[in-house]
C-alpha cells in the first residue's frame, strides 16, 4: 500500500508540473496568445513606418523645392494665405 502511495503522489505532482508548463505556454510570459499579440503589434507598427515614410518624403520634396526658388514660394502663398502680386487684381467669382 506505501508503494501505491508514493507512486499516487508522484502522479499528482507530475500532473500539477504538467499544468504548470501548460500555464505558461498557454497564457503566461511568452506564450502563444503573447507571441500572436506581439506579431500583431509589428505589422501594424510596420504599417505605421511606411505611412510616416511617404509623408517624410512628400515633406522633403516640399523643402527641395521652396530651396529651388521663389516661384514656390510665390505658389504657396497664393494658395494657401491668398496672397496676390503688387499691381494685380483678383477677381472672385461666387455663385
Do not use: C, P
Request: proline share 0%.
Amino acid at each position: 500500500m506505501s508503494i501505491l502511495r508514493s507512486h499516487y503522489w508522484l502522479l499528482v505532482a507530475l500532473i500539477l508540473l504538467f499544468a504548470g508548463l501548460q500555464y505558461r505556454l498557454w497564457v503566461g510570459d511568452g506564450s502563444f496568445a503573447q507571441v500572436a499579440s506581439l506579431k500583431r503589434q509589428i505589422a501594424e507598427q510596420h504599417g505605421e513606418n511606411e505611412r510616416l515614410q511617404e509623408r517624410n518624403r512628400i515633406l522633403e520634396a516640399e523643402v527641395r523645392e521652396l530651396k529651388k526658388g521663389m516661384e514656390t514660394v510665390e505658389e504657396r502663398a497664393r494658395q494657401e494665405l491668398g496672397m496676390v502680386k503688387e499691381g494685380e487684381t483678383l477677381y472672385q467669382l461666387t455663385e
